[in-house]
T-cell receptor, first 114, second 115 residues
Framework: AQTVTQSQPEMSVQEAETVTLSCTYD???????LFWYKQPPSRQMILVIR??????QNATENRFSVNFQKAAKSFSLKISDSQLGDAAMYFC???????????FGTGTRLKVLA | DAGVIQSPRHEVTEMGQEVTLRCKPI?????LFWYRQTMMRGLELLIY????????DSGMPEDRFSAKMPNASFSTLKIQPSEPRDSAVYFC?????????????FGEGSRLTVL
């Protein structure tokens, strides 16, 4: 069975600094997708970034980028130039290609200090 | 286009009462999910619909829970009778089948408190 592990329950970062959130996963599949979702206090889960396993290039969305290490089954999220609005819970998620089952990690609460 | 719309946003009820949560998916999306989020168990998939048909309801905790999708623009999750351990945030999410394993679009969730 696939699993997703986020080992950092909480992280803090100074405004304008860079922070990296960790995520590891376990799967025997070769074709899958990985996601980072943000859940601000408003509760709505919002997709931050998505990575296809078959792509070697790391995904980037503005200040957000990932470090995807397929062999190590690691998928970390780097937030550059952190802003107060980045404060939220961040969830790592996995889905096998062609299936509807998304597996979510337990989340990392990010605090941004002014 | 409006996102996934859920109601009510908050619900407080007493044990034994019936609770109905509602969801309107994004127009054109044919896949709909109900999730439950708690501190203890994280985000759990309760049920998945495709083209209004329940495909996987193995996550529904027990017979007290039921879900329907009478048409492409509306789904309900009902708990009858409710119990304190049902207190959680319930999310509805939708996507288009062609995007499966693509982005899930979530509603704002319904926070349920059962006293």
């Amino acid at each position: 069975a696939q699993t997703v592990t986020q080992s950092q329950p909480e992280m803090s970062v100074q405004e304008a600094e860079t922070v990296t959130l960790s995520c590891t996963y376990d799967t025997s599949e070769s074709d899958y997708y990985l996601f980072w979702y943000k859940q601000p206090p408003s509760r709505q889960m919002i997709l931050v970034i998505r990575q296809e396993a078959y792509k070697q290039q790391n995904a980037t969305e503005n200040r957000f980028s990932v470090n995807f290490q397929k062999a190590a089954k690691s998928f970390s999220l780097k937030i550059s130039d952190s802003q107060l609005g980045d404060a939220a819970m961040y969830f790592c998620a996995y889905s096998t290609s062609g299936t509807y089952k998304y597996i979510f990690g337990t989340g990392t609460r990010l605090k941004v200090l002014a | 286009d409006a996102g996934v719309i859920q109601s009510p946003r908050h619900e407080v009820t007493e044990m034994g009462q019936e609770v109905t949560l509602r969801c309107k998916p994004i127009s054109g999306h044919d896949s709909l999910f109900w999730y439950r989020q708690t501190m203890m168990r994280g985000l759990e998939l309760l049920i998945y619909f495709n083209n209004n048909v329940p495909i996987d309801d193995s996550g529904m905790p027990e017979d007290r829970f039921s879900a329907k999708m009478p048409n492409a623009s509306f789904s309900t999750l009902k708990i009858q009778p409710s119990e304190p351990r049902d207190s959680a945030v319930y999310f509805c999410a939708s996507t288009a089948e062609g995007w499966i394993t693509g982005e899930l679009f979530f509603g704002e969730g319904s926070r349920l408190t059962v006293l």
